[in-house]
């Protein structure tokens, strides 16, 4: 069974950063590519940043791109997002998901029902 456990959320102040990370299990992690979507109230799920199963590709979103950084482990089964500069509209639950193809080349990533596997979300609240 594949688990995905978000930790790192947390309250900050505009301008500050902070950095979630996504521990996985249940599959081999190194095979797949993982990204990170939010979630603010009322609004859609949207799409924040992916890195495609090797580390070596990275695919951000309009509003994070230069501010956010992803990253992952694969001998320990992590990935991390570095955020920074954050803003009071950065503020959702974030979720971590795990790409449902494996070993994925291309660049599509921004839609959710590509990714089947999902971990319960850690929120980030920002500050004005």
């Known amino acids: 069974q594949v688990q995905l456990v978000e930790s790192g959320g947390g309250l900050v102040q505009a301008g500050d950063s902070l950095r979630l990370s996504c521990a996985a299990s249940?599959?081999?992690?190194?095979?797949?590519?993982m990204g990170w979507f939010r979630q603010a109230p009322g609004k859609e799920r949207e799409f924040v940043v992916a890195i495609n199963w090797s580390g070596d590709r990275a695919y951000y979103g309009d509003s994070v791109q230069g501010r956010f950084t992803i990253s992952r482990d694969n001998a320990r089964n992590t990935v991390s997002l570095q955020m920074n500069s954050l803003k009071p509209e950065d503020t959702a639950v974030y979720y971590c998901?795990?790409?449902?193809?494996?070993?994925?080349?291309?660049?599509?990533?921004?839609?959710?029902?590509?990714?089947?596997?999902w971990g319960p979300g850690t929120q980030v609240t920002v500050s004005s």
């Open positions: 998901a795990g790409d449902s193809r494996e070993r994925y080349n291309g660049g599509t990533f921004s839609r959710p029902t590509l990714f089947n596997y």
């Open positions: 249940g599959r081999t992690f190194s095979r797949y590519g």
